[in-house]
């Protein structure tokens, strides 16, 4: 049912993602109570949390998933509604913006999309984009501008391979909207992070019109300047980069082992991606899972470095998330649904300095 490295807006085409989403709303007094119960001096894990009947609401949870509170919720009333799409904190902490579903196209085979961002405590719901195009954000490291994939047809708009999606710039006041990457049919540009020191960017870039020659999307891990200058190819055949909070490492998944496959539609499978870490140039990369036939993705680290946070796909939909020391030990799950009705997505650490830090886990009391 869902193929992992489509766009946000084709993911939502084939999963009907605009039904999987309900409208939301911001409700300060119901979240502030709510917000009340999660500890602002620990560290925090924001997460798109999907069910069945469909809905779609962002949580943050504490970095041990116990203890949860709703930030963006399903009011079942006309409004914004939540994409299955990472959300990103902003380098303070104070805001986060996300992929919100705001109408479906009459003749187009994907939902309508833009970027919002709202408060951390659920209040100052804005929408930042009006393209109907726009997903997947990540704040600049000043916090001054955030970048964005958008979705564009170039060709027959049903076609799958006539997707593109180039990186975009917008001021954090929606102003100043500026392309980095170019507009080529097929090739899809997603966000990764940005480098600490805010110079380069790292992003999946997914062939999509390999689709109808060798019946799969082709995936690497590209660096770019903040300018669209330099680009270079970091890793082939990965994707999901983040950037550790010191630079030097950059966490992303691949598939390269082939040891375990993955069922993705009714007669449709594909190799697993395991979670990886490098060195920020592309060398010396490491493998921290072993999972076979969980497909992991989406990975975040900690505000300290010491941890990541990812994604965890079993077949369908992905269903849990999990965490792991960033030397590979104490992995365990830290939010799931036994039952299959609920299913978590986007992972995004909260950045900042926590009074107590998630610190390196204990394997003997982690879980």
Known sequence: MRRRYLPWAVLGSVLVAGCIAVAIRSDTGAMGAA?????????????????????????????????????VHAAGRRGVRVAVAPPAWSPDGRWLAFTGVVDRH?????????????????????RLT???????????????????????????????????????????????????????RGQVDR????????????????NVGALAYTGRIETSIEAIGVDGSGLRQLVAGGSDPAYSPDGRRIAFV???????????????SQYANELYVMNADGTGAGRLTHSSELDELEPTWSPDGTRIA??????????????INADGSCGHEIAGDPTGD???????????????PAGAMNCSTAG
């Open 106 to 126: 009459s003749k187009r085979i994907e939902p309508s999309t833009d970027i919002f961002v709202v408060r951390a405590d659920g209040s100052g719901l804005r």
């Open 130 to 184: 009006r393209t109907g195009s726009a997903g997947e954000p990540v704040w600049s490291p000043r916090g001054r501008t955030i970048v964005f994939a958008e979705l564009t047809h170039v060709g027959n708009p049903n076609v799958v391979t006539s997707f593109a999606a180039p990186l975009m710039r917008v001021n954090r006041d929606g102003k100043d909207v500026r392309r980095l990457t170019p507009l080529v």
């Open 310 to 323: 990812y994604a965890r796909q079993a077949e369908g939909f992905t269903k849990t998330i999990a965490v």
């Open 35 to 71: 917000l009340a119960s999660l500890r602002p001096d620990e560290s925090q894990i924001a997460v798109v949390r999907s069910g069945n009947p469909p809905s779609s609401e962002i949580i943050v949870m504490d970095s041990s998933g116990r203890q949860r509170h709703i930030l």
């Open 254 to 268: 691949t598939n390269r082992d082939h040891d375990g496959t993955i069922r993705t539609g009714e007669d449709e």
């Open 342 to 356: 609920v299913w978590f997505t986007g992972p995004s650490w909260r950045p900042g300095r926590p009074r107590v």
């Open 191 to 206: 966000l990764g992070s940005f480098s600490p020191d805010g110079k380069r960017l790292v992003f999946t870039r997914s």
